[in-house]
């Protein structure tokens, strides 16, 4: 009897585990590998293990990439690709306008436009009107800055011998990057009274841009890069670049014992107004559609802000008292539009 006893146990015990087993397998979500283009500002968001394990275990989802410029991408050859993930809305209507079909896209989230730059620089400009600083946080006149670039003011002329050379502000490339991009957008308004560079006003602009770009030379295409060699190179080869608020929340969480050592000499300075960045997922294939929907799990774009900065579209997802970045803005209000994607092109030619 205890033979039949033990047997009958043992087969109640496999079933139980099979039936565990299958539905087990039916609830975890069938897997999914997909390939496409980023921007480098994301890199790290889709290599954090936080990231891969969610959407790992909640949609099946294996994310593969290549790091490309946003403006760039609207001309990749997406054979066999799943995904575009650039930076603005401008780089989706470009791929449009080439021909590029798209099933599905959505912005997955926003950062602005800012500047960035170190103290003995900010006093200056202080000290001139060009920026002032409101609790802690600093903004800059951009209508200011432009005529100050305009006119080829020298960080001598605003009481900075230490600096060789015109003010400037170094930028990525805006044909091929997106954060260069949005500040050429930034500054033509600027130069335009502050609203947005018509077709009718670009004129009015366009040999100030062309003089300007000349002088800036040279042009990185990885925001990334750029950010990482303003914080390794120094004042001396960086006085002020355009990049992402979201790279120096993200340096603070990912570097922090370097972000303690650098706080009280990087400064944000948020430019008023200034442009959003919209960071849209554009989904080419029907597997490509399953990203789109892990990347707007509440859990993934809480942890986009929490550990990346990126500022969020999904509600109850973003705390200011998250991080504590000296000068961070706790909201970002006064906000211009960009000029439309023909200006952009009228623009982006003039400096090519």
Excluded at 16 to 32: I, S
Excluded at 165 to 174: A, K, Q, R, S, Y
């Amino acid at each position: 009897m205890k033979e039949k006893k033990w047997g009958f146990l043992v087969l109640l015990l496999v079933i139980a585990l099979a039936g565990g087993y299958m539905y087990w397998t039916k609830q975890a979500p069938e897997k999914v590998e997909i390939s496409g283009f980023i921007g480098g500002e994301k890199i790290p968001l889709v290599e954090n293990q936080n990231f891969k394990d969610k959407v790992k275990k909640s949609y099946g989802l294996s994310m593969d990439y290549r790091k490309e410029g946003s403006l760039a991408m609207a001309e990749v050859d997406t054979e066999g690709k799943d995904y575009l993930w650039p930076s603005s809305q401008l780089a989706l209507e470009l791929f449009r306008k080439h021909g590029g079909k798209d099933l599905q896209n959505e912005i997955i989230f926003n950062t602005p436009i800012v500047l960035y730059s170190r103290k003995l620089v900010v006093d200056a400009l202080i000290k001139e009107g060009i920026v002032r600083e409101d609790e802690g946080v600093h903004y800059i006149d951009m209508v200011k800055l432009a005529n100050l670039m305009v006119e080829e003011k020298t960080w001598d002329d605003i009481g900075l011998s230490e600096l060789y050379g015109p003010i400037l502000v170094d930028t990525t490339d805006p044909n091929q990057s997106n954060s260069g991009n949005m500040f050429l957008g930034l500054l033509a308004n600027a130069l335009n009274g502050n609203k947005p560079v018509t077709m009718a006003s670009i004129d009015n602009v366009a040999s100030d841009i062309e003089r300007i770009y000349n002088q800036i030379g040279y042009m990185q295409t990885s925001s990334i890069d750029m950010f990482n060699q303003f914080l390794r190179q120094g004042l001396g080869s960086f006085p002020i670049i355009a990049g992402y608020e979201s790279q120096l929340l993200e340096f603070s969480k990912q570097e922090p014992e370097m972000y303690d050592k650098i706080k009280d000499d990087v400064i944000i300075l948020y430019p008023e107004p200034t442009v959003w960045s919209s960071h849209v997922y554009i989904a080419l294939t029907e597997n490509g559609k399953v990203g789109l929907n892990a990347l707007m799990d509440k859990d993934i774009q809480a942890l986009a802000w929490k550990e990346h900065g990126f500022r969020t579209i999904v509600a109850g997802t973003e705390n200011p008292e998250d991080f504590q970045v000296k000068g961070m803005a706790n909201q970002v209000t006064k906000i211009m539009q960009m000029p439309n994607i023909e200006v952009m092109q009228e623009l982006m030619e003039i400096i090519k």
